[in-house]
Each structure stands twice: as structure tokens, then as C-alpha cells.
């Protein structure tokens, strides 16, 4: 908090101090990270939203993930679907590249007179709040880093997560022999049991598609009767595994910081 000043200048080499790309920028920190939800925090139209949008992906600050959902297709022309159905909107979702900048937008920067002045106890107070949410998402980042570095034999060539207008998926992968992995990574104070494993396989089923394996990521374990349901199609993974993305980093690589703008 005290190196608010120098940090928010390095930060406005991004920004340029356009208060619509902070705006934006908050919105993706502090919502689901779908733009059209971000646009509706932001009060800005989807046209205004785009162009910011292509700006910052072009910083580096954010990343764009495109959507997987299909368009829902009518069976006869004149076919009517529910209210709700009709206004669901499909929505490609926004990431931050570095945890430090999601943090900064979704903490820092909505409070900054405060902290100008001194005054660090909303930041600390917001941050308690939510903290949950936020290490999940970093938790599910480094989940899906880590199953790309396990799968030597067979490799990840596409991976990131799923939703559409009935699920939401943590991890959907495909590898270079064309199998699908889907996963779900539970960053709780309770041991996943294996009633997340048959929620998972009901998700698969809503959303249209066949996994040929299923990875579970927990930060406090799993139960006993789901680690006896491992085998070649699930596979769980502890806190512990996750050490194996410190091997063969070097400290420059452990410390990077911000995109070179």
C-alpha cells in the first residue's frame, strides 16, 4: 500500500488513465469474467466495451477466453423457446495474466482515495471478504498448468474451462490423441467427497459430450471413498502435487511481475 503511487504510474502505462479502461478492468476482477457482464458493471454498451477490450488484450494486461457454447438451434423455423432461453447470451470470458493485476483491480484500485490517504482498512476488510474467490480462480489457473505438465505421454493441446447457459466446467481438455479430460478444482476447507465426481459426469451429460477421463483438484483432500474410485479414468491431485510446477523454474521466472507494455 505504500508503493500505491509508483505502482499506479506503472499501471498507467497500460491504462493511459482512461477511467473506462479501469472501469472495465474492475468489472472482469470483481465479476464471473464474462464481458457482457463486465460491459453491465462498467455501464458501458457491448460496441464501447469491444474496442476497450481489443485495446487491452493488446497491453497485455488481459486475455481473452472464447466461449465453447454452440448456438442453440431450432428444430422447425417458427420453433419458440423459453423467456429465459431466449435472452441468454452467449459470452466469451476475460482473463488477467498475472494474479498481481486482478488484485490490483478487484482491491487497490476501487479504493485508491482511501489509500492515497493512508487509510488501508476497507482494502484489508474487501479483501478478507473474498479472499475465497479469488485464490480459487489462481487455484484453478495453477490445476490446469498442472495437468498440462502430467500429461507428457499423451499432451494438452487444448485446454480452459466450459460453460454455457445450464453448466460450468472448471477444466475441459483435449489432448494430441484427441481424448477429452474435464476436471473441477475445489479450493475449500473440506475434504472433496464423491458425489463431486457424479456432479461432474451429470455436467458432461448437460453439456453434450463424453470425457474420457476425469481429474479432481482439492486443497484439503478427498474422502476415502472417493480415492478408492481412482484408477485410469479419474485422477485426483493434493495441495502436495502442486510443487512439482516449482521444478526446473529459475528465480527470475518464479518472480515475473507485470507484462512489459
Known sequence: MENY????????????????????????????????????????????????????????????????ENPLEKEYPNQKFKKE???????????????FMRFWFAFVSP??????????????????KHEQSFSSLVFEQLSIELLKKESIDDPIVEVGSYWDRQVEIDILARTASGKIIVGECKYTNTKVNKSELTKLKEKCALAGFEADAFVLFSKRGFSNELESATGEQVQLYTLDTFKKLLEDLTPDEMLQGLPKP
Open 5 to 68: 503511487g509508483h505502482l499506479h504510474n506503472l499501471i498507467l502505462d497500460y491504462t493511459l488513465g482512461e477511467s473506462l479502461y479501469h472501469a472495465i478492468l474492475t468489472g472482469i476482477a470483481r465479476g464471473d469474467r464474462r464481458t457482457h457482464s463486465a460491459f453491465k458493471r462498467a455501464h458501458i454498451s457491448e460496441t464501447i466495451g469491444n474496442q476497450a477490450i481489443h485495446y487491452l488484450c493488446q497491453t497485455g494486461i488481459i486475455s481473452l477466453e472464447p466461449s465453447r
Open 85 to 99: 432461453i431466449e435472452k441468454h447470451q452467449i459470452s466469451n470470458k476475460l482473463t488477467f495474466t498475472t494474479p
Open 111 to 128: 479504493l485508491y482515495r482511501q489509500i492515497q490517504e493512508g487509510k488501508y482498512d476497507d482494502v484489508k476488510k474487501r479483501f478478507q
